[in-house]
C-alpha cells in the first residue's frame, strides 16, 4: 500500500487526475453549449433541420466512441496538428453534444402539449412561453440523465490513455511498470486507488443532483 503514498506517485497520480478533470470539464461545457441548442432544434417542425441534427447523432452513436477517438486523433492527425489532448476533448464533446440532445429533445418532447397552448392562450411571445414554460419545466425532467451523461463523460476520459495521453489511468499504468518488481501487489493499490479517485469525482455530481430535485420538487 506503500506504493500509493510514495511523493513522487501522489504528485503524478494528482497531475493525471488534473488531465482527466480539465478533458473532462471543457467536453462538458461544450457538450452543455450546443447539446441545448442541439436538442431544441431537433424539436422544430422543420423536417430538413430535424433530418439533419438526426443524422449527426446517429453518426455519432452508431461508430463506437474508441474508434471516432482514433479517427480524430490519427485519421485527422495527417492534415492538423492535433495533440493527443484535444483530441480528447474534441471527441469527448461532439459526443457529448449528441447525447445532450437527446435529452434535451425527450424532456422537451415529454411536456404535455397544453402548456406550450396555454402559455399562448394568455398572450406571451414564443421566446416567453420557451423561456418561462418549457425550458424550467424541461431541466427538472433532464437532471437525472444530465447527471447521468456527466458522469459517463468522466468516465469516458480513460479512454484517453490509448493514444498515449497522461491521464489518471495512464500515469496508474506507468508507475505500476515501474515498480512492479519492488512492489508485486502494485496493481492492486494503484488501481484501487484510482478508483477511489473516480468515486471523488463523480460522486458531488450525484450529490448535487439530489440537491437540485430536492430544491426544484
Known amino acids: 500500500m506503500e506504493i500509493l503514498f510514495l511523493p513522487q506517485n501522489v504528485l503524478r497520480i494528482l497531475q493525471g487526475m488534473f488531465v482527466t478533470f480539465q478533458i473532462a470539464l471543457i467536453a462538458i ?8 441548442v442541439l436538442g431544441y432544434l431537433m424539436t422544430l417542425r422543420s423536417r430538413s433541420v430535424r433530418f439533419i441534427c438526426r443524422a449527426y447523432l446517429e453518426s455519432i452513436r452508431i461508430i463506437p466512441i474508441l474508434a471516432w477517438l482514433f479517427i480524430v486523433y490519427f485519421g485527422f492527425a495527417s492534415v492538423v496538428n492535433l495533440s ?11 459526443w457529448g453534444i449528441a447525447e445532450m440532445g437527446d435529452l434535451v429533445r425527450g424532456a422537451i418532447s415529454s411536456l404535455a402539449k397544453h402548456q ?19 425550458f424550467p419545466q424541461s431541466f427538472r425532467r433532464l437532471l437525472p440523465g444530465l447527471v447521468n451523461l456527466f458522469t459517463r463523460m468522466i468516465k469516458t476520459t480513460s479512454l484517453a490513455a490509448l493514444i498515449g495521453v497522461s491521464d489518471m489511468l495512464k ?22 486507488g484510482i478508483f477511489v479517485l473516480y468515486f471523488v469525482l463523480c460522486y458531488p455530481l450525484s450529490f448535487m443532483s439530489r440537491h437540485l430535485e430536492k430544491k426544484l420538487a
Open 29 to 36: 461545457a461544450f457538450s452543455c453549449a450546443f447539446g441545448f
Open 84 to 94: 493527443g489532448f484535444w483530441a480528447c476533448v474534441v471527441t469527448f464533446s461532439f
Open 116 to 134: 406550450e397552448q396555454s402559455a399562448r392562450a394568455l398572450g406571451l411571445k414564443e421566446w416567453q412561453v420557451q423561456v418561462f414554460v418549457i
Open 171 to 192: 500515469v496508474g499504468q506507468q508507475i505500476i511498470e515501474v515498480n512492479l518488481i519492488d512492489y508485486p501487489a502494485a496493481s492492486f493499490w494503484v488501481y484501487g
